[in-house]
């Protein structure tokens, strides 16, 4: 499983931008697919999570500006990031967890940059 996230950037406050991970060998829809993001100097935090079936979870920090979803047909999925801060810069990164009879594995994307100038 692959997992390569893009989409980041540089924009101003209130900007926004949308990111993309592409997943290969395994299905967006068949599996919880997640975006986090690091800080500098902090913990790597869970953003948003779409599930198979559809619904959506967000930290408090990013609801009603983030929204996660996904295209089954291209097998990707978007973190759409509208009025943003500059305490939302951070390195992105996609996750999914794909269940197998063996047991769960994490998969991670490479990061995806984003910065948000005031």
């Known amino acids: 499983v692959q997992l390569q996230a893009s989409g980041g950037g540089l924009v101003q406050a209130g900007g926004s931008l949308r990111l993309s991970c592409v997943v290969s060998?395994?299905?967006?829809?068949?599996?919880?697919m997640e975006w986090y993001r690091q800080a500098p100097g902090k913990q790597r935090e869970l953003v948003a999570t779409?599930?198979?079936?559809?619904?959506?979870i967000y930290t408090d920090s990013v609801k009603g500006r983030f929204t996660i979803s996904r295209d089954n047909a291209k097998n990707t999925v978007y973190l759409q990031m509208n009025s943003l801060k500059p305490e939302d810069t951070g390195l992105y990164y996609c996750?999914?967890?794909?269940?197998?009879?063996?047991?769960?594995?994490?998969?991670w994307g490479q990061g995806t940059l984003v910065t948000v100038s005031s």
């Open positions: 996750h999914s967890r794909v269940m197998y009879l063996t047991g769960a594995r994490d998969y």
């Open positions: 060998r395994s299905s967006v829809s068949s599996n919880t």
């Open positions: 779409i599930i198979s079936a559809g619904s959506t």
